[in-house]
């Protein structure tokens, strides 16, 4: 598959120099690095950090910004960046106050995320790391991968941060959204890597792929393609089976090639059945949040709130991708 780039080399470098270029209010990129940061200074306040590979997009630069991410870390396409990357992240946004890396759970960023945290404390900087293992389509709890739930976190410990919480407050912000926060995805068709053109793997016109990642790996179950209400039954009734708590915000989270128009065709259909089984649903987000390139589907995610979850969705931000 053709993709709009110069040189599959530079596809990751050119984009996060396109971002700051089009953002330049917002954003500055630190020297040398693909890491994008603040364009203001983050002084007084705890700075939250996050990043991993690239292709997700918006996620994860598109959500620095007031009361939301200090820093995002860009590594090369579905590639964990380097120690070396995260820490110039975490001493980019580092405004004094400490810094949470939101780390989703893969095992490259998991480690090099960690290794960043020891090489920044050596710097006399406070760090302190969450992660992140919102997908339910990975039966041992410990193994989840992190997806579209991340943004949650995101948004909810960077308001608190905002409000000028503690690095250790926050951090206890932000693993009660983990604690709470589930998702599943689906898709009907993969993604295409800039590097070989290849997809990350096979599917048939009449086929589709259920518990699918966000790197572009297939997913766990392979099925024939059902009608729109029936693929959003089948994941509802895996979510709900873990989310009890009948308040929630419900994002419905496109894969990169799926047209808004049958996002919002998915969201009727979650809302419908989730008033069906009981749940209100106190906030929606319809849209591209973590995206897998140009993968032809979607997922849903679920976070139970209460009052204080509600406030700090609702807490103004400046991101571009919230």
């Not at 002084?43 to 991993?52: H, P, R, T």
């Not at 407050?169 to 800039?194: F, H, N």
């Not at 799926?258 to 209100?280: D, F, H, N, R």
Request: net charge negative; proline share 4%.
């Amino acid at each position: 598959m053709d993709k709009l780039m110069q040189d599959a080399n530079r596809f990751v470098s050119d984009m996060v120099d396109g971002l700051v270029l089009a953002h330049p209010d917002l954003y500055a990129k630190v020297d040398g690095v693909n890491v994008i940061k603040r364009k203001e200074p983050l002084n007084g306040k705890v700075a939250l950090v996050s990043g991993g590979g690239s292709g997700h997009e918006p996620a994860h630069a598109g959500f620095i910004g007031d009361g939301m991410l200090a820093a995002a870390v860009c590594g090369e396409v579905f590639t964990s960046p380097t120690p070396d990357m995260v820490l110039e992240g975490i001493k980019a946004a580092d405004g004094g106050k400490g810094v949470l890396l939101v780390v989703k759970n893969y095992s490259g960023d998991v480690m090099n995320f960690d290794m960043a945290k020891e090489l920044a404390e050596l710097e006399d900087i406070e760090v302190e790391t969450v992660i992140v293992n919102d997908d339910i389509a990975i039966k041992k709890e410990e193994d989840r991968r992190g997806v579209a739930g991340t943004i949650f976190v995101h948004k909810i410990a960077g308001a608190a941060a905002a409000e000028g919480k503690s690095l250790a407050e926050v951090k206890v912000i932000a693993e009660k959204v983990i604690a709470g926060v589930r998702s599943i995805g689906m898709a009907l068709s993969p993604c295409y890597m800039p590097e070989s053109g290849k997809p990350g793997f096979d599917l048939h016109e009449d086929e589709m792929e259920i518990g699918i990642g966000i790197h572009g790996e297939k997913g766990l179950e392979r099925k024939p393609i059902a009608s729109v209400e029936a693929i959003v039954t089948e994941l509802l009734d895996r979510l709900t089976a873990e989310v009890s708590d009948k308040k929630v915000a419900v994002m419905v989270n496109g894969m990169g090639g799926t047209p808004v128009s049958e996002l919002y065709i998915t969201y009727k259909y979650v809302a419908e059945q989730l008033q069906a089984k009981g749940y209100e649903i106190v906030r929606p987000f319809v849209g591209n949040y973590m995206t897998s390139l140009e993968m032809h589907g979607f997922s849903i995610t679920l976070l139970p709130v209460d009052d204080e979850l509600i406030g700090y969705l609702d807490a103004k931000t400046n991101a571009i991708g919230f």
